[in-house]
């Protein structure tokens, strides 16, 4: 296994095969007079292709390091390496385009919009990636795409419905479609199965394993379910916003 120290620069970085690296993560939030700790230099890596179990109990600082990897807020302190370029260096439309390429997200809660179907809702990254004039010229192409992805999915009878309209499980599906619209070689699940009966979050994880697999996606998938981390080929563990052991350290599974 390899390891990267912290000093390493982002090309080294990119050489061993590191696609998403955090480097001493910190967040704080200010409450009032009181300021809020959150993480505490926090050091995680992602290899290409690697399906990497992050573990701990609510309120660790599990999503919160989510959503600094995913650009989606900024750390108070440290750096995200994101395909070898700082991430949270770069302007702010740079920034937003590489999320949009190279992250898809799936949430626990689905995050649909509602006044959209399940086809509009899976071609939104689409819309987002492209001016207006570009979405237009190749709408038929991205709609078939879209259609086919989602037929696949098993929901060929469920094109037209709006997320009110659809079960969890079905949302959870739609939700790991549009994800994997644009073939972003980042997966982020935080807690994908955690809103669903047993039965059906288990169908959830097999479909989203096989998607990792089939198009080696690096997934880092959050949970606190050990039956779900042991599916993982590596696991790493947070206690109040630190990860547990040196920086990096990982419990390799079988």
């Given amino acids: 296994m390899i390891q990267t120290s912290a000093t390493e620069t982002p ?13 001493g993560i910190r967040r704080s939030f200010q409450i009032g007079p009181r300021k809020l700790e959150v993480l505490h230099g926090v050091d995680l890596e992602l290899r290409r292709g690697e399906l990497l179990g992050l573990m701990g109990s609510s309120g660790a600082g599990k999503s919160t390091l989510l959503h600094i990897l995913g650009l989606l807020d900024p750390p108070t302190q440290g750096e995200v ?4 370029e700082s991430a949270w260096k770069l302007p702010v439309e740079r920034r937003a385009r590489l999320r949009n ?7 626990q809660f689905y995050h649909l919009l ?12 689409a819309m987002i990636a492209w ?28 094109l037209k419905h709006r997320p009110a309209q659809l079960s969890g499980g079905e949302r959870q599906r739609v939700a790991i479609a549009r994800a994997l619209f644009l073939d972003p070689p980042i997966l982020i699940a935080d807690e994908p199965t955690g809103n ?6 288990e169908k959830v994880l097999e479909l989203l394993l096989a998607e ?5 996606l690096s997934l880092l998938l959050v949970t606190h379910d050990e039956r779900i981390a042991h599916r993982c080929r590596r696991v790493v563990h947070m206690t109040d916003g630190r990860i547990d052991g040196e920086p990096g350290a990982v419990v390799p599974q079988g």
């Fill in 11 to 23: 090309v080294a970085a990119q050489q061993h095969g590191v696609l998403l690296a955090a480097r």
């Fill in 81 to 84: 390496v994101l395909d070898g």
């Fill in 101 to 107: 390429k190279k992250i898809g997200f799936v949430f």
């Fill in 114 to 125: 509602p006044e959209l179907n399940a086809l509009e809702n899976v071609l939104l990254p």
């Fill in 131 to 158: 001016s207006a004039l570009e979405y237009r010229g190749r709408k038929e192409e991205l709609r078939e795409r879209a259609v086919n992805l989602l037929q696949s999915f098993g929901l060929s009878e469920r």
């Fill in 196 to 201: 669903l009966d047993s039965a059906t979050g």
């Fill in 212 to 216: 990792q697999e089939k198009r080696s």
